[in-house]
């Protein structure tokens, strides 16, 4: 029988040493406000108290909520909350910005919760995050990997992304059945594209990469876009019209997204 914490997805390290490394990936300042995501039985939360000026951790599950709460340092606040709603400007109230967000992420929510960095990206200077290695490699990658996706683009246009290591599930209680690793995200000063319109660019590299196994001239076909206009821009920017989504560079998806302009 499922416990209600293997529904939330929730696998706890136990390895002090691994815990202080993690914590340590956010470059911790004495002065730093940082938020926790899922900091279950309060492992990474210790250590990580220690090393900064405030925490403030976000658990989703009451027990684990009220029993950290009742037993932790005294510069942290536990805040029972989802982590894809709970507001972090409120968190973050009046404390100095830039913060840093770090967290032992549920498998189930590391897609949205990364997408949701990109949103509120203003709000983080630096983040790490342990999670499933599959979506690590995925944020991580670069042009003419298979995993490359639209949120690769997304987060690498304002963040520069390093997978730093893995994590095996013997690590974990109860062990996970995949592979984790721990990826840091550290604000660019520059953003390495302008965009205008960042819900439309959004949209439109995930119509340019919706089916993978297509040309990037059919996806934009299939988006409404006709095909001569697409063929145009990509012949443009020197871009053959048989070239598939994952082999275009970041640069060159903006320079498209501009090319073609408002659909």
Sequence with gaps: MKTRRHALGQHFLRDARLLE?????????????VIEIGPGKGALTRPLAALVSRVAAVEKDRILAEALNA???ANVAVVEGDALEVSFEDLIGSAARPVKIIGNLPYAISGPFLARVWEERRLFSRAAF????EVAERIASGPGSKEFAPLSIMLQIYYDVKILFRVAP???????????????????ETPLLRIADEIRFRKF???????????VLNNLAAMGIPAEKAATALEGLGLARTIR???????????????????
């Design 21 to 33: 490394k993690i914590a340590r990936t956010i470059d911790p300042r004495p002065e730093d406000f």
């Design 71 to 73: 037993d932790k340092p």
């Design 130 to 133: 342990l999670i499933q290695r």
């Design 170 to 188: 013997g690590s974990f209680v109860p062990p996970p059945k995949v592979d984790s690793a721990v990826v840091a995200l550290v604000r660019r």
């Design 205 to 215: 590299l995930g119509g340019a990469f919706s089916q993978r196994r297509k040309t």
């Design 245 to 263: 989504p994952e082999q275009i560079s970041i640069a060159a998806f903006g320079a498209l997204f501009s090319a073609l302009g408002p659909a």
